[in-house]
């Protein structure tokens, strides 16, 4: 898949261009309430396209999002469940310091798996 630019809050690429993960990159600097909704149900649809096409490894970066709250936590939740519902991974990268307070006290740095960068998450590809 061709880089692309989806109502410029996030791209998708190929990881390598051999099919074997998807990264999508967030665009926006705040992921919260203003944006979640149309965010989230643009996210699950490429997301569930790509799951039926037999892609099973997931990678959000979240390098340029700066702010998050409860209703970007529940975009990223719901993404999981429908991810780990066909079978796949989903892995988080690129978060601030803030970002990374917010999930080790709401205790989802034990639900997702995090990883430093999207190369580091490529990597981590099982």
């Known amino acids: 898949m061709a880089q692309s630019d989806l109502a410029t809050r996030f791209t998708v690429r190929d990881s390598r261009g051999d099919g074997a993960a998807l990264v999508l ?46 209703c970007g936590l529940a975009v990223l939740i719901s993404l999981k469940k429908l991810v780990d519902g066909q079978g796949g991974e989903l892995a988080l990268a690129g978060m601030c310091g803030m970002i990374r307070r917010l999930f080790s006290l709401t205790k989802l740095d034990q639900a997702f798996e995090i990883r430093e960068s999207a190369d580091e998450a490529l990597e981590g590809e099982r």
């Open 25 to 70: 990159r967030l665009l926006d600097s705040h992921l919260n309430y203003a944006s979640a909704d149309d965010l989230k149900t643009r996210l699950k649809e490429v997301v569930s396209e790509n799951l039926s096409r037999g892609r099973r490894r997931f990678v959000m970066d979240l390098t340029d999002v700066a702010v998050m709250d409860s």
